[in-house]
């Protein structure tokens, strides 16, 4: 039987999606079966920034799209992101090794086929439209993600 | 065999509550057992507002009372919380989609017989007193958790 | 077969990392197998205060060691910390009930013989030197750290 891991994406910082992003590639490389779930700021991750758009959008909705990061490249750090000079620091840091970047490890879990899914109730909440978010994104309730999570080997909130 | 879930809640923010509340809900749905651990900020989740006293405590566990919501539904955003303006944000637009707030869902998961579970050195350090806190929190120690955590099939730390 | 936790401590907070040292002595002495996996932030709670030094840094390396807390007492809360004095209060109300601090916690878990693994790309990253670190941390790769996981009876995310 193969491994099973799923992630619980729900913070929506720089830092905590390139960990989870990481193990989701490691994971796949390792033959281990990925389901990812993006629910609340999580789903943040999982814009796509050329598809902004504000059609059919209530105020508020319009309010909370100006001040949500514009996808993964655009999230704070979760510490010391100090109004993103500190983000520019350690993302200068990881250039000097060579280290790929959030997006990458976004597009490398995309071509890996790892599953994504994302959250019906969050979607509604924030007012994000499935055309904002990346194509492979399927949209899922709560007890979607906790059949798979609960077949699977091992569960992170991240 | 029934399956079981196991939730540490630790942090007392709104939005992390409400996650943790809407999988508790979702899993008994889906006749999974569900124990919920609520330790350090998690405690603030199961304060009672209309019980909170300052008995028998110290100059130091009042002040901490002071500074700590009332129960739940006090609870801030762990993002763009902006002194509670983006969480009245938030709460108007789940209301607009008719979305349960999270008293609603600790409500949901009372009646539905979720088991729950306080860590006693969080309550001790804190000060609070088993009798403000909801009658159904059975007051355990890390070992307690560990055990029922180990025979779970899935596990999360919010 | 032995039960197993595996503890990834990416946080480095002082009150997340005293929830995860107290469930790694509590495991121990239950006769549970803890592996405890330390990455991005949550190296600060391994840097031994002793041992810091800037050899052989990049100007961005000696900045951001600077600005990082000198081990495990020294870290911040992750709520109400206020510029240290939330935490000094925390700290006093620990010591009105003999609560012992994390850096005992941590010894207690280096004693009962946790594995301490730490996070290869989050070092290189942040240009921390395997000599400043605990002695007992081995350096590995995600890849290390999953099939660890995968075998465990639990695993959170902290």
């Known amino acids: 039987m193969t491994d ?7 913070s929506g910082e720089y830092d905590k999606a390139m960990a989870g992003l990481i193990l989701a590639n490691a994971a796949k490389e390792l033959d281990v079966e990925v389901t990812m779930f993006f629910a ?4 943040w991750l ?3 920034p050329e598809k902004i758009s504000n059609e059919d959008k209530t ?6 799209s100006a001040f949500s990061p514009k996808g993964a490249e655009d999230l704070p750090l979760s510490k010391m992101n100090f109004s993103g000079i500190g983000k520019k620091l350690l993302v200068d840091m990881m250039d000097d090794h060579h280290a790929p970047h959030v997006i990458h ?3 490398g879990a ?3 086929n790892v599953k994504f899914y994302g959250c019906k109730l969050s979607l509604e909440i924030m007012g994000f ?3 904002e978010l ?3 994104l399927e949209i899922v309730d709560a007890k979607t993600y906790l059949k798979s999570a609960l077949q699977s080997n091992m569960q992170l909130f991240i």
Chains 1, 2, 3 share one sequence.
Do not use: A, C, S, T
Request: net charge positive.
């Open 59 to 64: 105020m508020y909705e319009k309010m909370f």
């Open 134 to 136: 990346i194509p492979e």
């Open 4 to 10: 099973k891991m799923n992630l619980l994406m729900f």
């Open 40 to 43: 609340f700021w999580g789903l």
């Open 46 to 48: 999982v814009r796509d």
């Open 105 to 107: 490890f976004l597009k």
């Open 110 to 112: 995309r071509k890996k």
């Open 129 to 131: 439209k499935q055309e």
